[in-house]
């Protein structure tokens, strides 16, 4: 027991930690087994209480429950709870066994040794601390799935005849971090935007089809730059879609991750590069050098067994996921991460088109500019990026070196490797739903318009190819019209009556009024 106390689960709160409930409830779950047990620990998005009126409803990140779901106030009550209503949490889940030890779980199963939850909390502590327990193996009972698949996402999953569980979790205990259903995940996964993309594609001609692909690929390039705030020479844009391009074909592991950095920071004067091996934040200093962090990366002893949970991931389990999904869970895992001095937002973006290309998800010989569609959204993309990194910010003990960096000073690595990934799956659905009704559709429109303006300027007057998209250019810029200046300096051989056609021309390429 907790404190010395008879039974330190706690009762009727009108607030729990910073978190204010919206009615007089008794935490029940995880709450009460954080609280109880003294975890440090980032709360659920959602956590769970039982209030004392018959009305099931969820307010200011609090599910409350009616008071005939309420737990037994004890660690196989909450933990059954937990599992039953709120799903797997497996940084809580980790943090409790750690503090609670291999006895009182053991009690738990030998309590009820068939039980579906005391099967799935015994797989889920040797899973996790990978430790066995002394516990006979189950001789009769139906398989159980560990992950409920009616409340979040698993994989294909692998017997454990010791427990009589299917493990389908989403990972290894090196990296698995978890995404819950959601109406916005259900119904971008009902539009089979994949499919949707292919088939619009099809119908584009192949001389079309190239050129926007190559002008994406362009695109994203660019994006991922200006997300972050940087101005790159031509050749460094150039070079970094040609990665992105590849990103399909290449496997990822520590030392591709590492030439995609040499290729990123091109000159590296003042960048070390590989592996940090200092600690890490996003943020400013203030006016004395301190550190001001919104975000602390890992710490440099965890990077290489973070990295390789990343790595084990993307070769296995990520394969039997939703491709959206799988690409959110391991390019937004990476930039928590944050392995290098520098390019890991691009790197995190790119990890993104590895996913979507290797598993098929874009039209053959396209890549989607997923960077265009976050930049666009750059606000929802910061909003994806804090629901993590604030969450676990309090939690992390640091000092400041003298170099006005960070030195971490407690165990995080199980912050890295455990978070709900369900607000970035949601983001990146959206912007692949984006880029799906918009960008393609909008480029390959565009070409073909062009295209056709192009024929028609050859049967209205004879010019250079270069003058041509000069001509198209400045009318596109201005709407269709050719301005006073051009039409005195650059084509002041047309006469008014060419000038008059090629307008219309223009305006019958793009659909617009004359």
């Given at each position: 027991m907790a404190n010395g106390q008879e039974n330190p689960y706690p009762g009727p709160l009108a607030v729990f930690g910073d978190r204010r409930l919206p009615e007089l409830a008794v935490p029940v779950g995880y709450a009460a087994l954080i609280a109880a047990h003294g975890l440090q620990v980032p709360l659920p998005h959602t956590l769970a209480a039982i209030a004392p009126r018959h009305r099931r409803y969820q307010a200011d990140g609090w599910a409350i429950y009616t008071p005939r779901h309420a737990p037994v106030a004890d660690l196989a009550g909450h933990l059954t709870f937990a599992l039953k209503y709120e799903g797997l949490d497996l940084g809580v889940l980790k943090a409790l066994f750690r503090a609670i030890g291999p006895a009182a779980v053991e009690a738990l199963v030998r309590a009820n040794p068939t039980g579906t939850y005391a099967r799935r909390v015994w797989f889920l502590y040797e899973w996790l601390l990978e430790a066995r327990l002394d516990l006979p193996p189950v001789e009769h009972a139906t398989y159980v799935q560990v992950v409920d698949p009616a409340l979040q996402y698993g994989s294909g999953g692998v017997r454990s005849g010791r427990h009589r569980v299917r493990n389908n979790l989403p990972g290894t205990p090196a990296f698995c971090p978890m995404v819950f259903r959601t109406p916005a995940l259900d119904a971008f996964q009902a539009r089979d935007l994949a499919a949707q993309a292919r088939g619009a594609m099809a119908r584009v001609a192949p001389g079309v089809l190239a050129r926007a692909a190559a002008f994406l690929l362009l695109k994203d390039s660019r994006s991922s730059f200006a997300i972050e705030g940087e101005r790159p020479t031509p050749a460094r844009v150039q070079r970094w879609g040609q990665a992105i391009?590849?990103?399909?074909?290449?496997?990822?592991?520590?030392?591709?991750?590492?030439?995609?950095?040499?290729?990123?920071?091109?000159?590296?004067?003042?960048?070390?590069?590989?592996?940090?091996?200092?600690?890490?934040?996003?943020?400013?200093?203030?006016?004395?050098?301190?550190?001001?962090?919104?975000?602390?990366?890992?710490?440099?002893?965890?990077?290489?067994?973070?990295?390789?949970?990343?790595?084990?991931?993307?070769?296995?389990?990520?394969?039997?996921?939703?491709?959206?999904?799988?690409?959110?869970?391991?390019?937004?895992?990476?930039?928590?991460?944050?392995?290098?001095?520098?390019?890991?937002g691009r790197l995190h973006r790119y990890l993104m088109h590895h996913v979507l290309g290797q598993r098929g998800y874009n039209p053959p010989g396209l890549v989607f500019p997923v960077s265009a569609a976050i930049l666009d959204r750059i606000t929802d993309y910061q909003r994806a990026l804090e629901s993590h990194?604030?969450?676990?910010?309090?939690?992390?003990?640091?000092?400041?070196?003298?170099?006005?960096?960070?030195?971490?000073?407690?165990?995080?690595?199980?912050?890295?490797?455990?978070?709900?990934?369900?607000?970035?799956?949601?983001?990146?659905?959206?912007?692949?739903?984006?880029?799906v009704d918009v960008d393609l559709p909008a480029e390959t429109s565009f070409l073909q318009s062009h295209d056709a303006f192009r024929r028609g300027l050859d049967d209205i007057v004879d010019m250079p190819n270069r003058l041509g998209d000069l001509l198209f250019r400045f009318l596109h810029q201005n709407a269709g019209r050719l301005s006073k200046r051009a039409q005195a300096e650059e084509f002041r051989d047309l006469t008014q009556a060419e000038i008059a056609r090629v307008e219309r021309l223009y305006a019958e390429a793009f659909g617009i009024d004359p």
């Open positions: 391009g590849e990103a399909a074909r290449r496997p990822f592991d520590l030392p591709d991750m590492l030439r995609l950095q040499r290729i990123l920071i091109g000159d590296a004067s003042f960048v070390r590069l590989g592996l940090r091996t200092a600690g890490g934040f996003v943020g400013d200093h203030d006016r004395d050098g301190t550190p001001l962090p919104e975000h602390i990366s890992a710490r440099p002893e965890d990077l290489v067994d973070l990295i390789e949970g990343l790595v084990a991931f993307d070769r296995t389990v990520a394969r039997d996921l939703d491709a959206v999904i799988a690409a959110a869970v391991m390019a937004f895992g990476l930039v928590y991460i944050h392995p290098l001095e520098d390019g890991n990194a604030r969450r676990i910010l309090p939690l992390i003990t640091w000092e400041v070196t003298a170099e006005g960096n960070v030195h971490v000073l407690n165990q995080t690595a199980d912050f890295y490797r455990y978070f709900d990934a369900t607000p970035h799956a949601e983001f990146l659905y959206a912007c692949v739903a984006h880029t």
